[in-house]
């Protein structure tokens, strides 16, 4: 199985057909244990999130600044980029954006071992 990404905003759209693996869906719990004054216990169960991770050993300067731009413009316009990962289930999910820095390795400007990180949210 190949997995694809696509991520998408107001202003761009990105693909990614041929992921490297291994791609990290983790789930983001929010509960609250509560002890009673008879020593029981009960959880109000907030929310389950997933957060979907997925690194690259390298990318390229101009794939880099793409996603770099994703990462900007959920600060210019207060808006979440949206998530889809039709292997995994995931479409139009908008997703809080973070983007590792990835060290530059040559005179192009590629990028090594770059992270993103996304975060099931809403807009």
Known sequence: MSYHLKLKDTDDEMTFELLEVP??????????DNVTLDGNIYTDYLYLKKTYS??????????????????T????????PELTMI???VEN????FE??????IDNCG???SVV???RESVN
């Open 23 to 32: 791609i990290t869906d983790t789930d983001t719990e929010g509960s609250v």
């Open 54 to 71: 997925v690194s690259f050993a390298w990318l390229p300067q101009s794939q880099y600044e793409q996603l770099r731009g994703f990462y």
């Open 73 to 80: 413009r959920q600060f210019e316009t207060g808006l979440y």
């Open 87 to 89: 292997d995994l289930g």
């Open 93 to 96: 999910l908008p997703v809080r």
């Open 99 to 104: 983007l590792s820095d990835g060290g530059i």
């Open 110 to 112: 590629t990028r090594q």
């Open 116 to 118: 993103l990180r996304m």
